[in-house]
């Protein structure tokens, strides 16, 4: 016990007396990577925000590997307003860069804290795994599937419709 490094012992005191676990198996403690700060400008739906790097210049953000409920759709003002709960403007984040997405936004897995913030939205029913894209979370991977999972057993928000529909198809529907 002598060889313990005082980053892990400050990382068990957080885990010990910080705040409790979310409501599952899973955590969204996940040690963040090659990261860059940002702080939050404003949110938008449940899974889009604006950011301001360090060198001042804005940014559109889309929270990689996770898709939301669209603001007119069912549970879609509840994902926002929990996004924005998480993030408020004003708030240090992190954010590990996946890539950039057709309407030229950055995809990016979002950091809050050290916990994942996507990772959140999931274990609470308030995102879903968008399985096209968790190719850019590999890391992660197995945490949000593992979520989702017991989200959706849980009945969790989104999951406690009768027959919800995923948001992707949702947007295809309504174009």
Not at 23 to 51: E, F, K, M, R, Y
Not at 57 to 73: A, H, L, M, T, V
Not at 105 to 134: C, D
């Amino acid at each position: 016990m002598k060889n313990i490094s005082p980053i892990f012992n400050l990382f068990l005191t957080l885990l010990l007396f910080g705040c409790s676990p979310p409501p599952s198996t899973t955590t969204n403690d996940i040690a963040p990577t090659n990261t860059i700060p940002a702080t939050v400008l404003s949110t938008g739906d449940g899974d889009s925000l604006q950011v301001q790097s360090r060198d001042g210049s804005p940014n559109k953000i889309r929270i990689g590997c996770i898709d939301s409920p669209e603001y007119s759709q069912e549970y879609g003002p509840e994902a926002s307003q929990r996004l924005k709960a998480l993030l408020p403007n004003g708030a240090d984040i992190e954010l590990r860069v996946i890539d950039i997405d057709q309407y030229g936004r950055t995809v990016a897995e979002i950091y809050s804290r050290g916990k994942s913030v996507g990772l959140q939205l999931v274990t609470e029913g308030h995102a879903v795994v968008y399985h096209r894209y968790l190719d850019g979370c590999a890391d992660t991977a197995d945490q949000y599937v593992a979520a989702e999972e017991e989200a959706r057993s849980q009945k969790l928000n989104f999951w406690s419709q009768q027959n919800p529909i995923m948001p992707w198809e949702f947007r295809r529907r309504n174009r």
